[in-house]
């Protein structure tokens, strides 16, 4: 499947890019159909008639998805003009019911969300915590929400100042709570704000290069990049995948963040040299391809920005941040290996001398036993590690099981009712892996001082 | 039935690993001779007060669900912010550990001391973990103490004994009935579930048809 993405022949890579467009829409169904059934919203008078009224839109979603289903993992589909706009209709209609949730008056608790970005700081990156909103819109915001709120009022004509210690305000779609894979995507606005707060475009910019404002999302997208490496650039490429079918921009910026997160790229697994990088970025050219072919979605030029500009934005950001913490290929593997296993992804099991059995049956008294202990402590594993096995997870095992799910036989009820007990346990892992590395970051940290 | 010792729990978790805990933040302050302590995680199930009268588990699921919703309020809470437990308060909570026995070996969950002498308690009936389980283990908390105690992400307020036995050929999660497995948060209660209450149900339903018969007649 991966090779497939970077093949040439436009049919396969076609073929791909709308199977893992498929494979997404199925994931969002899955997300709003577990916030329809939360129980919460039978507690207010509003909640049954609005839940039901959604529930009747999320059907309509459904059974477009069924019908969408043959065209794209029927036999002989590859080359199939119908399935963008097929597809393109039940995102539509998705983002319809989305928009909608608002109805129901429920406060969404943030969860696990809160902790994702103490996490990064926690880890020593020099970034602010931010107040994370959930929202019902599905639009993009490359920019954080204080900014493009003053800049609205600054179009009518009001110029309101931004005090210099803000706070910066992201928001996260509601359905995008239950997906840690997806929190990623509130890292490019974070990374807009920080660029913006510490003036990092200003400091670098020559003469002679591209105008000012281009030049900040250059920075925007290292800065971004370097925060937990391609898993931001695969959050928004995925996000990308649907929203321009539905005739949406998609995230801004995606292809600044494609070059930006080379650099931070691995092979998704061990036989397969495609990183997860390479693998979203040829189902986007793809799209890019079908869109002027078919007329279907809407793709920015790319911006021209040098080498030698790349190579200076990297220089300075390199000071200012380190590379992130990302897996060796051994170690992701091995946590690969772990969630496959059920299990969440939350620690590094410790390394153990190879004599380690013989040691223990040895510590018979309470000081042999403490020496031994040294060695069998774990390492929480830091944010980039989990989200970088966690998109492999995706790719390999989430969207191969939705390619074999609707290719196969089964019913479709049966097929998404076992991807969506894939799906939710994905997700239920990772979050299990953030919240367990948090909080035991915090105290390894201080056990090490 | 034997219970293990602190080499014994060390040897499954670390070179058998079929006995799975994670994470391990610091065994030289969670092991002892024949224990292994175990943390609070971060989610926490409140209760609240509400206009119920009563749950009642024989109506339709749905409302059976908003019902307990009605009552129940979920946190997520930082490492470095308490959530406070008053005197006479419930609440579920879980560990931070996830958990994993073999068919062979079962557990035992107790309180640990200090937290005993405040007046914690941390279950009343989930004490036991079955072979073969899988998840996070609720802690039921209640303080029977007469001051609110703060609860941190991370402190060891429970401890885990293994003990081994024949395989069992019905591991928790191949069990007819399994209502919590896999569960990576407090769950409520889901003891609608229970198949009695079909029982019931399927009897209240026979009552009313003989009831119209016989007015019928």
Not at chain 1, 243 to 256: F, H, K, V
Not at chain 1, 258 to 285: H, N, R
Not at chain 2, 185 to 210: C, N, T, V
Request: aromatic fraction near 8%.
């Amino acid at each position: 499947m991966f090779e497939e993405a970077t093949a040439t022949h436009p049919a396969d890579a076609a073929a791909v890019a709308m199977s893992a467009a498929f494979c997404e829409a199925c994931e969002r169904l899955i997300f709003v159909r577990v916030l329809l059934e939360d129980p919460r919203h039978q507690t207010r008078r509003q909640g049954s008639a609005v839940t039901r009224l959604l529930r009747e839109g999320l059907r309509g979603v459904e059974r477009q998805l069924e019908a969408t289903r043959p065209i794209v993992f029927g036999p002989g589909q590859r080359s199939s003009e119908s399935a963008p706009a097929a597809i393109g209709l039940a995102v539509t209609a998705l983002r319809q019911v989305h928009i909608q949730l608002g109805l129901l008056g429920t406060r969404w608790p943030l969860g696990t969300a809160d902790l994702f970005i103490r996490k990064l700081v926690a880890e020593g990156l020099p970034v602010t915590v931010p107040t994370i909103c959930p929202t019902n819109q599905y639009d993009d915001t490359a920019t954080e929400v204080g900014e493009s709120f003053r800049n609205r009022l600054a179009a009518t004509g009001l110029v309101v100042k931004s005090e210099a210690q803000d706070t910066p305000i992201l928001t996260i779609p509601t359905m995008d709570l239950i997906d840690p894979l997806s929190w990623a995507t509130m890292l490019y606005p974070l990374a807009a704000s920080m660029v913006e707060a510490r003036g990092i475009a200003a400091q670098l910019r020559r003469p002679s290069s591209i105008d000012s404002a281009a030049y900040r999302r250059v920075c925007t997208a290292g800065f971004a990049a370097r925060l937990v490496g391609e898993s931001t650039f695969a959050a928004r490429a995925a996000r990308t995948l649907l929203d321009r079918l539905s005739g949406a921009e998609g995230c801004t910026d995606i292809s600044l963040l494609a070059v930006a997160s080379q650099q931070f790229a691995k092979p998704i697994s061990p036989k397969c040299g495609t990183t997860v990088a390479e693998y979203f970025d040829a189902i986007l050219a793809t799209q890019a391809v079908l869109a002027r072919v078919w007329g279907v979605t809407r793709v920015d030029a790319p911006l021209p920005v040098t080498a030698a500009e790349w190579e200076d934005v990297d220089q300075f950001l390199k000071a200012e941040l380190r590379d992130p913490l990302l897996p060796t290929p051994d170690e992701a593997e091995a946590l690969f290996e772990l969630l496959c296993d059920g299990r969440p992804i939350n620690a590094m099991p410790p390394k153990l001398p190879d004599d380690f059995g013989e040691r223990l049956d040895a510590s018979v008294d309470a000081e042999r036993f403490y020496d031994v202990l040294q060695y069998a402590n774990e390492r929480p594993c830091s944010l980039a590690t989990i989200l970088t096995v966690g998109w492999r997870y995706k790719v390999r095992r989430s969207y191969g099981l939705c390619n074999e799910l609707m290719s196969g036989g089964t019913s479709w009820r049966a097929a998404i009712d076992a991807l969506s007990g894939h799906v939710l346990e994905r997700c239920s892992l990772l979050q299990q892996s953030i919240e367990a590395a948090y909080v035991q970051q915090v105290f390894s940290r201080w056990r090490d001082s | 039935m034997s219970i293990l010792n602190e080499r014994e729990i060390l040897r499954r978790l670390l070179i058998d690993r079929d006995v799975v805990v994670t994470p391990i933040v610091d065994l030289a302050t969670q092991l002892g001779p024949t224990s292994l302590d175990v943390r609070l995680g971060t989610r926490f199930q409140a209760q609240k007060r509400s206009a119920l009268p009563y749950i009642e588990p024989l109506q339709d699921e749905t409302a059976l669900r908003a019902d307990i919703a009605a009552y129940t309020q979920d946190y997520v809470v930082l490492p470095t912010d308490p959530y406070v437990l008053h005197p006479g308060d419930f609440a579920l909570a879980c560990t931070l550990e996830f958990i994993r026995l073999p068919a062979d070996l079962s557990a035992r969950l107790e309180g640990r001391s200090s937290w005993g002498r405040l007046g914690l308690q941390i279950h009343s009936t989930a004490g036991f973990i079955d072979p073969g389980f899988a998840g996070v283990i609720t802690f039921e908390l209640s303080n029977l103490g007469k001051v609110p105690i703060p609860l941190y992400p991370g402190l060891r307020i429970g401890q885990l004994c293994f003990y081994t036995g024949q395989p069992s050929a019905i591991p928790y999660r191949s069990k007819k009935l399994t209502k919590y497995a896999g569960q990576i948060a407090p769950m409520g209660s889901a003891f609608y579930l229970d198949p009695e209450y079909k029982a019931i149900r399927h009897e209240q339903q026979a009552e009313k048809e003989r009831t119209s018969d016989a007015i019928l007649d």
